[in-house]
């Protein structure tokens, strides 16, 4: 049993790579297997927490100070596992095909994750300097940013688990690898679903202001694929 754990999954082929390419690896499943799936589940799922006497206490910024943590520390990983391969560009020889394309395409995409925080406005409300602001008033450059942020960020983790498997699988990497990395999505998705049938993807604007319809962000639906909403009786 463990020298079949052991072996690599192809038996045709060896597991032997370099330690450039083993610490790439491996910083990139830190970052997109468990730093950005822990953000993300973070962003969706914990703006409300279960013990938050919400909408008496409001912007609750556990979540948001998790997210950010997570998702630039990530950011630092895949910054670190690139350069790896860039310092020893012999390895470049193992990574042709689709992982390479695949992996080139997160990484544009994460840019553009980052770049759009830094563009995403000011946030206003009753608790910044001034009433008005990007955020509190879902200005078209917010409305922007949410829908970019969102969309493209879920399929950049999506096309990061292609890019894991299949360099993986070009590394021939052992079973147990392919079996805990396997194991560790589906416990992912399984808190996912679970978080999600609990009603737990709440609207970010009404998680920080409330639910009042009177405010600019509620005299809109909430951007996101089964996000919830409250109305001003459910507080």
Avoid at 93 to 115: K, N, S
Avoid at 150 to 162: D, E, F, Q, R
Wanted: proline share 6%; charged share 15%.
């Amino acid at each position: 049993m463990w020298e079949w754990l052991l072996a690599p999954v192809d038996p045709s082929r060896a597991h032997a790579v370099g330690a450039a390419l083993a610490y790439h690896a491996r910083l990139m499943v830190l970052a997109w297997a468990v730093c950005v799936p822990i953000g993300i589940i973070a962003a969706r799922f914990y703006k409300i927490t279960p013990r938050q006497n919400w909408p008496i206490e409001l912007d609750n910024q556990a979540w948001w100070i998790t997210h950010r943590v997570v998702q630039y520390g990530a950011t630092v990983f895949m910054i670190a596992a690139l350069l790896l391969i860039l310092w020893r560009p012999q390895t470049v020889a193992v990574l042709p095909g689709p992982h390479a394309c695949i992996g080139w395409t997160v990484l544009a995409l994460t840019a553009t994750q980052v770049v759009g925080g830094i563009l995403r406005g000011s946030k206003g409300g009753p608790t910044d300097r001034q009433m008005r602001g990007d955020h509190y008033d879902m200005t078209p450059r917010r409305l922007v940013f949410e829908y970019a942020h969102k969309s493209l960020g879920y399929v950049a983790w999506l096309l990061s688990c292609v890019a894991v498997f299949t360099g993986l699988w070009q590394a021939n990497g052992p079973n147990w690898m392919w079996i805990a990395l396997g194991l560790w999505y589906l416990v992912l998705v399984a808190a996912f679903a679970w978080l999600q049938a609990q009603g737990r993807a709440t609207d970010t604007y009404q998680a920080i202001w409330g639910s009042d319809p009177n405010l600019p962000g509620n005299k809109r639906p909430a951007i996101g694929i089964g996000v919830r909403t409250h109305t001003k009786s459910d507080a």
